[in-house]
């Protein structure tokens, strides 16, 4: 066993950088775990200030000054930030206000549907096991309806907590975008000076993080718009609701379109029944879910590095397990970083195949 541990010591901690990396990883992690949620509007604001800076970057080459180019970022920033809380925000709240005050209404409608398939399909379905799955349903329903007014009271103080977030946010990335070479030197100053393998890291990381997440937004804004125009041209009720949480299943591939085909197509059953207008409801969003996995998922991340399914829902699964939406969120670029760990980790295999190819 000594010798077990030895040989794995030998072969991949050989590198006093590694050990190093290991170090700082675990650091960050306990943090992350520790300060995770009070840190939360910095790192926020670090990422959209990470990705505002390939922005800059591009009007930078288009020749626009370094100052001019910060300032049209930002400016569109704010104004979208903005737009999104000031217009987005509360039509999405007003209609799951009205989606919350006729959920007894969708809840009886589905019920009476339940009822029925014992007599439209007696060979699969009992009047037994129809009002069980109904007492379930109900039971569960009144389960969540009293865990939803104790969350209710007890997150009056989150309130606060978002409004200083809210208000934090654009703050914060303004500086941090206006002294980003500061902040790099600085960070890079608490580094070792000989980086290889944290510079091929951060390469591979760069490259992979960057083309997913700007793509991922892309994504999240084509899906949902688009997924509004069609439900608004099919009158389908709580169209903007929907289209949002349709743009933002997007971001847990395979999982989130499944999940969200529910509320989908439920609304749309309650709305019309099994009718014309529900199977044509349901034939566009799964063109929609087509289109944007075989057309626009290739087209915008043809140069980022794709993480197998069971990857990816295994991900999911840890990180969201660990912190929440936010973990689900971010468990794609999470998996990404630890792949691009494994790909650039030295061994002393990798050692002796350089030398001898050198």
Same mark, same amino acid.
């Given at each position: 066993?000594?010798?077990?541990?030895?040989?794995?010591?030998?072969?991949?901690?050989?590198?006093?950088?590694?050990?190093?990396?290991?170090?700082?990883?675990?650091?960050?992690?306990?943090?992350?775990?520790?300060?995770?949620?009070?840190?939360?509007?910095?790192?926020?604001?670090?990422?959209?200030?990470?990705?505002?800076?390939?922005?800059?970057?591009?009007?930078?080459?288009?020749?626009?000054?370094?100052?001019?180019?910060?300032?049209?970022?930002?400016?569109?920033?704010?104004?979208?930030?903005?737009?999104?809380?000031?217009?987005?925000?509360?039509?999405?709240?007003?209609?799951?206000?009205?989606?919350?005050?006729?959920?007894?209404?969708?809840?009886?409608?589905?019920?009476?549907?339940?009822?029925?398939?014992?007599? =439209? @399909?007696?060979?699969?379905?009992?009047? /037994?096991?129809?009002?069980? +799955?109904?007492? #379930? %349903?109900?039971?569960? !329903?009144?389960?969540?309806?009293?865990?939803?007014?104790?969350?209710?009271?007890?997150?009056?103080?989150?309130?606060?907590?978002?409004?200083?977030?809210?208000?934090?946010?654009?703050?914060?990335?303004?500086?941090?975008?206006?002294?980003?070479?500061?902040?790099?030197?600085?960070?890079?100053?608490?580094?070792?000076?000989?980086?290889?393998?944290?510079?091929?890291?951060?390469?591979?990381?760069?490259?992979?993080?960057?083309?997913?997440?700007?793509?991922?937004?892309?994504?999240?804004?084509?899906?949902?718009?688009? =997924? @509004?125009?069609?439900?608004?041209?099919? /009158?389908?009720?709580?169209? +903007?609701?929907? #289209? %949002?949480?349709?743009? !933002?299943?997007?971001?847990?591939?395979?999982?989130?379109?499944?999940?969200?085909?529910?509320?989908?197509?439920?609304?749309?059953?309650?709305?019309?029944?099994?009718?014309?207008?529900?199977?044509?409801?349901?034939?566009?969003?799964?063109?929609?879910?087509?289109?944007?996995?075989?057309?626009?998922?290739?087209?915008?991340?043809?140069?980022?590095?794709?993480?197998?399914?069971?990857?990816?829902?295994?991900?999911?699964?840890?990180?969201?397990?660990?912190?929440?939406?936010?973990?689900?969120?971010?468990?794609?670029?999470?998996?990404?970083?630890?792949?691009?760990?494994?790909?650039?980790?030295?061994?002393?295999?990798?050692?002796?195949?350089?030398?001898?190819?050198?």
């Amino acid at each position: 066993m000594r010798k077990l541990l030895h040989d794995f010591y030998q072969r991949y901690f050989h590198d006093e950088e590694s050990i190093i990396l290991v170090i700082l990883l675990a650091v960050a992690l306990f943090i992350l775990w520790a300060l995770g949620e009070a840190l939360a509007p910095v790192l926020a604001a670090i990422i959209l200030a990470y990705l505002l800076q390939g922005l800059v970057s591009t009007f930078a080459r288009m020749g626009v000054s370094q100052t001019l180019a910060f300032a049209l970022v930002y400016t569109i920033f704010v104004g979208t930030f903005m737009l999104i809380l000031l217009v987005l925000l509360p039509q999405v709240w007003n209609q799951f206000g009205r989606f919350v005050n006729e959920l007894p209404r969708l809840i009886s409608q589905a019920q009476e549907a339940l009822m029925l398939l014992p007599d =439209s @399909y007696p060979s699969l379905f009992t009047e /037994q096991q129809v009002g069980d +799955l109904v007492q #379930s %349903v109900r039971g569960e !329903l009144a389960t969540f309806g009293q865990a939803a007014v104790s969350y209710s009271i007890s997150s009056i103080p989150r309130v606060f907590s978002a409004i200083v977030f809210i208000v934090l946010v654009p703050i914060l990335v303004f500086f941090i975008m206006k002294d980003k070479n500061q902040l790099v030197e600085w960070v890079g100053n608490l580094l070792p000076r000989n980086r290889p393998l944290m510079s091929r890291i951060w390469r591979e990381m760069d490259l992979q993080l960057s083309n997913y997440i700007r793509g991922k937004a892309l994504e999240i804004f084509l899906v949902g718009s688009v =997924s @509004y125009i069609v439900f608004a041209l099919l /009158q389908l009720d709580f169209a +903007l609701l929907l #289209s %949002v949480l349709v743009g !933002l299943s997007v971001v847990v591939p395979y999982l989130g379109a499944t999940v969200v085909t529910v509320p989908v197509l439920a609304v749309a059953y309650v709305q019309w029944g099994l009718g014309g207008e529900f199977y044509t409801v349901a034939l566009a969003y799964g063109v929609l879910q087509l289109v944007d996995g075989n057309v626009l998922v290739p087209i915008i991340f043809s140069e980022t590095n794709n993480l197998h399914p069971v990857a990816i829902i295994v991900a999911v699964l840890v990180f969201g397990s660990i912190w929440g939406f936010a973990g689900v969120f971010f468990a794609i670029p999470l998996a990404t970083f630890i792949k691009a760990i494994i790909n650039a980790w030295p061994s002393k295999v990798q050692s002796l195949i350089a030398d001898n190819g050198s």
